[in-house]
């Protein structure tokens, strides 16, 4: 990584935020795999740094939350037993505001209640305010919001029953929604607020501009890590850098994080002192 040059560097970075994959990136760059590998692992991690060190004490009213699927080096049914945990189906569980559209929170890992626990501590860790919180009907999740935030939450499930369809793994888009059911459960939500409307766009920009995610394709993570330096390398763009089109601010901006839209080098340098 250190042979490369700043401006090198940028165009790699700009090359992988935009949906392209390693080996696309490889030959729009003609900068070595390896190299190009490196590269996202170090900045990802520097990422991840930085967005832990700027999104705390967050002030925020409403937030959405849903999980987005994908896989590490094999399909889940392909995965033997005694193999490590690392591989076969991941989810990334995201967080995010449903006014400034900030990521506020987000892990990679097996969908279970170990995580979405481990989620709801992360997101209680963020946020200093109460807030109205939107899932999906996910099992885990009332007893993961119920441990962790108690009384101190008003918290809704959105449940979707979906049409049966032949061919599912092959299909490009969900099935049919042929019912949906609001299930205010703890706190006083806002039936206006009850959605999950933003954050499943938020998938859609995941699967946009990470190759990694794009469903019917042969791309996927060959390692854990890399594929959470990849989510961690995205949102940090996504937050600071990528100003959103109905906001005319980065969302970080928006939400009082930052006043600034950032650029590569506060990430290459990671200069946390510096004054945001």
Aim: one cysteine or more; aromatic letters at 10%; glycine letters at 4%.
């Amino acid at each position: 990584m250190n042979t490369l040059s700043p401006e090198k560097k940028i165009v790699v970075l700009n090359s992988l935020v935009e949906g392209n994959s390693i080996r696309s990136t490889v030959r729009m760059t003609g900068v070595n795999k390896k190299t190009v590998m490196r590269l996202l692992v170090g900045v990802g991690e520097q990422a991840r740094e930085i967005l832990n060190g700027q999104l705390v004490n967050l002030h925020t009213r409403r937030v959405q939350v849903d999980e987005i699927w994908t896989y590490v080096g094999k399909k889940q049914k392909q995965v033997k037993e005694g193999e490590s945990l690392e591989f076969g189906d991941q989810y990334v569980f995201v967080a995010m505001d449903a006014e400034t559209k900030l990521v506020c929170a987000f892990i990679v890992g097996k969908r279970n209640y170990k995580l979405a626990h481990s989620f709801m501590k992360e997101l209680q860790y963020r946020i200093s305010t109460r807030f109205q919180l939107t899932t999906d009907s996910f099992a885990p999740y009332f007893n993961a919001v119920d441990t962790v935030f108690g009384e101190d939450v008003d918290y809704a499930q959105i449940h979707k029953e979906y049409a049966e369809e032949p061919d599912a793994e092959r299909r490009y888009g969900p099935a049919s929604i042929i019912r949906i059911t609001i299930r205010p459960l703890i706190g006083e939500p806002k039936r206006a607020y009850i959605s999950t409307s933003y954050i499943e766009r938020q998938n859609l920009t995941m699967r946009m501009q990470m190759r990694r995610f794009t469903r019917l394709t042969n791309a996927f993570s060959k390692k854990l890590h890399n594929l959470e330096c990849a989510v961690a390398l995205h949102f940090f763009h996504y937050n600071f850098m990528r100003i959103h089109q109905t906001l005319r601010v980065t969302p970080a901006m928006e939400a009082n994080v930052t006043r600034r839209i950032w650029e590569w080098s506060d990430l290459l340098n990671h200069d946390l002192a510096k004054v945001a």
